[in-house]
């Protein structure tokens, strides 16, 4: 597990250079007092692990920007890819004030030749949310513009590059519209935004949270978070405390059925990602959101096993405070 004396740490995501795991995590002082304060405090942090358990942290990767810049609020969730020619790219969220207080989200990213030290581009951002096709601020009907967590993977055919986002419909009941946003790229540089690859549903959320696509277990899924209080009030009405869930999908660029989408675990975990051991196995981690007594946590789980079981996907909880072994272990 990984975690920080004096700071939260929640939001993380995983780079691999074939000798170490890289984890880039979001953390904010606990001098604040209250853990929602930490969402405009937060920098990007980075630690080294051989084996996705015991971490060495090591400097920092990114902060925010003086104003005025897409990203003077705040830096948030993304995700790291290596060029063919050796560049890795971290793409980030950055977060500004937009009036009355509330913050808009657009993407931009970073580059570096070896994991540590990191520049930011000169062209952020490289996308923000178009009315087109994607909820802004505008529209009222949310409490931020949602354009954030770009997931970014290469194109199954070997034909560039594409971006997962979480994002919002233009249509449809507040707590339904939360879509996964799309992009691509030839190069990682240069960005076109393209219509979600989803749509909102009776069953849904009002965001899709760190969207991630992966098979496992020979199944496209999509892995996303969300919490009761975001999801549609179908899905309310099933008691749930929200947490991590996964959908089945026709490939890694969807179709995904939103509407079938199964909890992973309750909400003690939150902003979950599936990772490939050495060993060719999935886990999951995912950051302590709820405790015992219901207060946030922060800090990042130790790995879990997932698989497949023909309908949705099992997680086998720590054997600290748990049943080891048990799928639903993590699901009330």
Sequence with gaps: MFTLPDSWVWDFWFADDGEQHHLFFLYASRALHDPEARHYRASIGHAVSTDLENWTRVPDALVRADAPAFDDLATWTGSVVRHPDGTWFLFYTGSTRAAGGKNVQRIGYATSTDLTTWHKAGANPVLSADPAWYET??????????????????????????????????????????VVGHAVSPDLR????????????????????????????????????????????????????????????????????????????DDRYYSGKLVRRRDGSWVLLGFHHTGPDGAFTGGVSDPMPVAWDGRRLTVEAPAAGTTAGSPRALVH
Aim: aromatic fraction near 10%.
């Design 137 to 178: 601020l505008d529209a009222g009907q949310w409490h931020d513009e949602a354009f954030r967590d770009p997931w970014v993977f290469p194109d199954p055919d070997g034909d560039g590059w594409h971006m997962l986002i979480t994002a919002r419909a233009t249509t449809g009941p507040a707590f339904e519209r939360g």
């Design 190 to 265: 240069h960005w076109e935004l393209r219509p979600p690859l989803s749509a909102p549903a009776p069953h849904g959320f009002g965001q899709l949270e760190v969207t991630q696509t992966e098979v496992v277990d020979g199944k496209p899924l999509l892995l996303f978070s969300c919490l009761a209080e975001h999801a549609s009030d179908r899905r309310r009405a099933t008691g749930t405390r929200g947490g991590i869930w996964a959908a089945p999908a026709g490939s890694l660029l969807g179709p995904f059925d939103v509407d079938a989408a199964r909890q992973v675990t």
